[in-house]
């Protein structure tokens, strides 16, 4: 488990430096301060996740199954969340309008929250 969340975590950090500058450069002709601003959270809260995960998988005191429940999270909450604002920030250069799916960003940022709130469970309910 530990290889599987280290590698996810370093290629969600490579996803979100390629997305990052993208959207620094090649994005930047052609969206809003406020559509360029909205893109780098998600380019943000992708790499924090990024290392989170990489955090998740050095941690030696976590069970599998908690380090199982955590990657999953993640990995949902990062698409979900990241994902949709990346395509709610670019909305305006396609013909299909990414506002319907607008509803599943609260959703990812929920399943990020609960990632983190299952390691603090995990920490205060742990026996030293």
């Given at each position: 488990?530990?290889?599987k969340?280290?590698?996810?975590?370093?290629?969600?950090?490579?996803?979100?430096?390629i997305?990052?500058a993208?959207?620094?450069?090649?994005?930047?002709?052609?969206?809003?301060?406020?559509?360029?601003?909205?893109?780098?959270?998600?380019?943000?809260?992708?790499?924090?996740?990024?290392?989170?995960?990489?955090?998740?998988?050095?941690?030696?005191?976590?069970?599998?199954?908690?380090?199982?429940i955590?990657?999953?999270?993640?990995?949902?909450?990062?698409?979900?969340?990241?994902?949709?604002?990346?395509?709610?920030?670019?909305?305006?250069?396609?013909?299909?309008?990414?506002?319907?799916?607008?509803?599943?960003?609260?959703?990812?940022?929920?399943?990020?929250?609960?990632?983190?709130?299952?390691?603090?469970?995990?920490?205060?309910?742990?026996k030293?």
């Amino acid at each position: 488990m530990n290889k599987k969340l280290i590698s996810t975590g370093a290629l969600f950090g490579m996803i979100a430096i390629i997305l990052g500058a993208f959207g620094a450069h090649a994005l930047k002709q052609v969206l809003s301060a406020d559509q360029l601003i909205t893109f780098e959270t998600g380019v943000r809260y992708q790499m924090y996740h990024a290392l989170f995960l990489i955090f998740i998988g050095l941690l030696p005191d976590l069970t599998e199954k908690t380090k199982k429940i955590i990657y999953y999270l993640i990995i949902s909450g990062v698409l979900f969340f990241s994902g949709s604002i990346y395509l709610l920030a670019t909305n305006s250069m396609t013909s299909f309008d990414f506002k319907v799916i607008g509803f599943i960003t609260p959703v990812g940022g929920l399943l990020l929250i609960l990632a983190w709130g299952t390691l603090l469970l995990n920490y205060f309910n742990k026996k030293t």
